[in-house]
Nanobody, 121 residues
Protein backbone atom coordinates (compact mmCIF):
# COMPACT_ATOMS: atom_id res chain seq x y z
CA UNK A 1 0.00 0.00 0.00
CA UNK A 2 1.38 3.38 -1.03
CA UNK A 3 0.67 6.62 0.77
CA UNK A 4 1.46 10.23 -0.05
CA UNK A 5 2.19 12.55 2.84
CA UNK A 6 2.14 16.28 2.19
CA UNK A 7 3.59 19.06 4.26
CA UNK A 8 4.46 22.73 4.02
CA UNK A 9 1.09 24.43 3.89
CA UNK A 10 0.18 27.33 6.12
CA UNK A 11 -0.73 30.99 6.36
CA UNK A 12 1.28 33.50 4.36
CA UNK A 13 0.88 37.14 3.35
CA UNK A 14 0.31 38.09 -0.24
CA UNK A 15 3.61 38.27 -2.05
CA UNK A 16 5.15 35.66 0.20
CA UNK A 17 6.42 32.15 -0.48
CA UNK A 18 5.79 28.60 0.63
CA UNK A 19 7.33 25.27 -0.26
CA UNK A 20 5.17 22.18 -0.31
CA UNK A 21 6.56 18.67 -0.06
CA UNK A 22 4.98 15.31 -0.82
CA UNK A 23 6.67 12.02 -0.04
CA UNK A 24 5.51 8.59 -1.19
CA UNK A 25 5.92 5.70 1.19
CA UNK A 26 5.16 2.01 0.93
CA UNK A 27 5.98 -0.75 -1.49
CA UNK A 28 6.47 0.45 -5.05
CA UNK A 29 8.70 -0.15 -8.04
CA UNK A 30 8.70 3.34 -9.53
CA UNK A 31 6.66 6.50 -9.99
CA UNK A 32 5.75 7.73 -13.45
CA UNK A 33 4.18 11.10 -12.90
CA UNK A 34 3.94 13.27 -9.82
CA UNK A 35 2.23 16.57 -9.48
CA UNK A 36 0.03 18.99 -7.63
CA UNK A 37 -3.59 20.05 -7.86
CA UNK A 38 -5.28 23.02 -6.25
CA UNK A 39 -8.83 23.26 -4.99
CA UNK A 40 -9.97 26.75 -4.14
CA UNK A 41 -12.95 27.16 -1.78
CA UNK A 42 -16.16 26.28 -3.60
CA UNK A 43 -14.37 25.30 -6.80
CA UNK A 44 -13.23 22.16 -8.55
CA UNK A 45 -9.80 20.69 -8.22
CA UNK A 46 -7.45 21.97 -10.94
CA UNK A 47 -4.00 21.02 -12.11
CA UNK A 48 -1.17 23.22 -10.85
CA UNK A 49 1.89 21.42 -12.13
CA UNK A 50 2.95 17.97 -13.20
CA UNK A 51 6.38 16.47 -13.70
CA UNK A 52 6.39 13.08 -15.40
CA UNK A 53 9.52 10.94 -15.36
CA UNK A 54 11.39 11.66 -18.56
CA UNK A 55 8.57 13.85 -19.80
CA UNK A 56 7.66 17.48 -20.14
CA UNK A 57 6.85 19.54 -17.07
CA UNK A 58 3.50 21.29 -17.33
CA UNK A 59 2.26 24.31 -15.39
CA UNK A 60 -1.13 25.94 -15.22
CA UNK A 61 -1.05 29.36 -16.87
CA UNK A 62 -1.96 31.00 -13.58
CA UNK A 63 1.24 29.84 -11.88
CA UNK A 64 3.79 30.07 -14.67
CA UNK A 65 6.76 32.14 -13.57
CA UNK A 66 5.73 31.93 -9.90
CA UNK A 67 5.66 28.23 -9.01
CA UNK A 68 8.34 25.62 -9.59
CA UNK A 69 7.85 21.88 -9.35
CA UNK A 70 10.76 19.56 -8.69
CA UNK A 71 11.34 15.93 -7.80
CA UNK A 72 13.82 13.88 -5.83
CA UNK A 73 13.34 10.44 -7.33
CA UNK A 74 15.68 8.78 -4.83
CA UNK A 75 13.31 9.93 -2.08
CA UNK A 76 10.09 9.50 -4.08
CA UNK A 77 9.33 13.09 -3.24
CA UNK A 78 7.89 16.00 -5.18
CA UNK A 79 8.12 19.65 -4.20
CA UNK A 80 6.25 22.78 -5.14
CA UNK A 81 8.00 26.09 -4.57
CA UNK A 82 5.37 28.82 -4.57
CA UNK A 83 6.46 32.45 -4.88
CA UNK A 84 4.57 35.72 -5.24
CA UNK A 85 1.50 34.17 -3.69
CA UNK A 86 -1.84 35.91 -4.02
CA UNK A 87 -5.33 35.41 -2.64
CA UNK A 88 -6.34 33.25 -5.62
CA UNK A 89 -3.74 30.69 -4.53
CA UNK A 90 -5.67 30.01 -1.33
CA UNK A 91 -7.06 26.52 -0.96
CA UNK A 92 -6.15 22.91 -0.56
CA UNK A 93 -3.17 21.54 -2.47
CA UNK A 94 -3.24 17.86 -3.29
CA UNK A 95 -0.29 15.79 -4.34
CA UNK A 96 -0.76 12.85 -6.67
CA UNK A 97 1.45 10.14 -8.08
CA UNK A 98 1.20 7.48 -10.76
CA UNK A 99 2.68 4.55 -8.91
CA UNK A 100 4.04 1.45 -10.63
CA UNK A 101 3.78 -1.33 -8.02
CA UNK A 102 6.20 -3.78 -9.69
CA UNK A 103 8.17 -4.13 -12.91
CA UNK A 104 6.03 -4.01 -16.08
CA UNK A 105 2.89 -3.37 -14.10
CA UNK A 106 0.38 -0.73 -15.03
CA UNK A 107 0.44 2.33 -12.81
CA UNK A 108 -2.31 3.34 -10.41
CA UNK A 109 -3.01 6.78 -9.02
CA UNK A 110 -2.51 7.74 -5.40
CA UNK A 111 -3.59 11.02 -3.81
CA UNK A 112 -2.46 12.82 -0.72
CA UNK A 113 -4.80 14.12 1.94
CA UNK A 114 -4.27 17.76 0.98
CA UNK A 115 -2.43 20.59 2.65
CA UNK A 116 -4.06 23.96 3.24
CA UNK A 117 -2.53 27.18 1.94
CA UNK A 118 -4.06 30.47 3.04
CA UNK A 119 -2.86 33.72 1.52
CA UNK A 120 -3.87 36.86 3.36
CA UNK A 121 -4.12 40.17 1.56
Amino acid sequence: QVQLVESGGGLVQAGGSLRLSCAASGSLFSIDDMGWYHQAPGKQRELVATMPTGGVTIYADSVKGRFTISRDNAKNTVYLQMNSLNADDTGLYYCYAQVVPYRRARYFEVWGQGTLVTVSS
